[in-house]
């Protein structure tokens, strides 16, 4: 049997599946925080694998285009790596583990420790994309909710967490409002990384390739997380620093080094930490000279 | 000191080459070509051209070899294929009262115009493990011809004589159908719609579900109504020409199930049908297609409807093999920044409970 040579367009999603994609992202960042459906195509990686955020991807890049691709904050880890190489693959774009020289940043559960700037983007591979699907299963109820910005559920939720705990028990995907309208999941990063959402100079796409769904946040958005007046919205903080960089106020992985419970805790954002360290040695010798 | 876990990129490719060796086994045995999977194997390559939406029996068996045999593996290496072909339209109508059929069984009617044939099937066979022959291939001719002998569907025929539903109220537009490979799935969806996703939908989720149907979970009193297998024409009305063009023939097998209806109050007791309509020989499929249609359909008669076999949203959203195992499977993912975050929640409510309860015993003492 010869089989024939299949060829595959430039970033692998035909053009006019680019098109569609790129005015549902036109109608997302016109209504922020609204999930706009879509006609999410297969792309080679399984179903919530990140099919959301490479369909976004695929539909932005263009030759001038940096890339850069993190998992968990990291560079290196194997999903972060495989998308990479698809890309590089698909559409010889150029591509950087540097925050500050990516154009574009596809990501998952995190959001860079440097801060964003005008003109990037972010993309994020959502899971879930509908922050009220835990409260209700079926997706004609919560259109239904979200159109009559009936939000009751989500606050009486965390209302329990705080009868219930003390403090509101929601540590990732926590919920945020978007524009004062829409109530939004900004997918399973830590609570930790909302606060950069709030008016931030980037453009924020979220893609949901299995559920379907693309919404965004525009620049400079106001972008509150749910609390209280009297239990406010906390994001989770860390005592101690980078056990490689020394760096506080920042998102801390847990590594552990032994079998009877010792611990390190270190940097989730891999370049973040890469940059510091560079820094400290540098200055380390600057000392020692 | 440690440094957290770098070489991801040099750990796949390892990963893939490793992959690679397993899939090659013993070097000793020749490599298993495509061809063979398609000719030798042509359900298993019926199930992948299915639920890949692909009707590429060559494809459907390279699938399946460069993903070692892992079904839901081979259907999506087809489905991110299909996805980048242009669509240039519908194909006309396919029909298949005209298919010469391969194989055709009703179990409404002992007897049935056109006969019964039982061609190519696993029924009746004895379940042993045997060693194949090519003297098992020899085929005794039974003496009937049904080659040119028409063989109306047990549908139409109970359609006259208005036992049956009909296919579609009167007037009928023809309405474009649905193409949910290219706009997203709103609910309620159109039963075009539903029967494309359940035609796409996991063999094993649609025949747990159309069994559920029969053990009391939304029951629907089916009959098989007729079950046939064989190949059609496929047509395409080509608008610069002005008439359909045949583009080839593909085998199918369609299942008609016949249900019970007790009649509303709008509407005479009457039978109901379930349809099921797959590519290449996939007939449990199109059986557990029919019967789950049918049980979706409840709404449309006004009956009781509380299984999960009925729930729209929740069979077709779950149906699709490639996303179920996906997601399902994404939890391999490290997950390890969201895990911090809830490793920090439970250390606090520990601490907090701790706190509480030394409060109480100085209380209690």
Redesign the interface.
Known sequence: MNSAKIEYNIGYIDEQTKRMIRRVMLKAVAIPGFQVPFASREVPLPRGWGTGGVQLTASLIGKSDVLKVIDQGSDDTTNAVSIRKFFHRVSSVETTTDTTQATLIQTRHRIPETPLQEGQIMVYQVPLPEPLRFLEPRETETRQLHALNEYGLMYVKLYEDIAKYGHIAKTYDYPVIVNGRYLMAPSPTPSFDNPKLHQSPALHLYGAGREKRIYAIPPYTDVESLGFEDYPFEPQAFEEPCAICGSTGVYLDQIITDDKGGALYVCSDSDYCANKFAQLSKEGEGVSE | ????V????K??ANAHALLAKEGRGNPAVPRV???AIASQLPVLTSRVMNEGSLYDR?LAG?AIIQCQGDVVEAI??V??????L?RFGYSEPIDTSALPPQRRISATFKDVPGGQQLGATFDYTHRLLTEPTEADISIENGGADTAHVDQPRITDILGSAALLEPDHEEPWSDPEPADI????????MSRAARLQGLARGDEGFLLALGYSTQRGFGNTHPFAGEIRVGEVMVEFDAPELGFAVPLGRIEVTECQMVNQFMGSHDKPAQFTRGYGLVFGRAERKAMSMSLVDRALRADEFDEQSDAPAQDE?FVL?HADC?????????LK??????F??????VR??QQ?FGEQHADEQEVDQ
Do not use: C, N, W
């Not at chain 2, 490639?322 to 994404?330: D, N, S």
């Open positions: 000191m440690y440094v957290a770098k070489g991801g990129e750990a796949i070509e495509a061809d060559e390279r999506t290496l489905r991110a294929y299909r996805t980048t242009p490979t290219r706009e997203p799935a709103e609910y309620p949203e959203s490639v996303q179920a195992a996906g997601f399902v499977e994404h993912l490290p997950h390890y920044v969201d911090q975050a809830e490793l920090h929640l606090k409510l907090e």
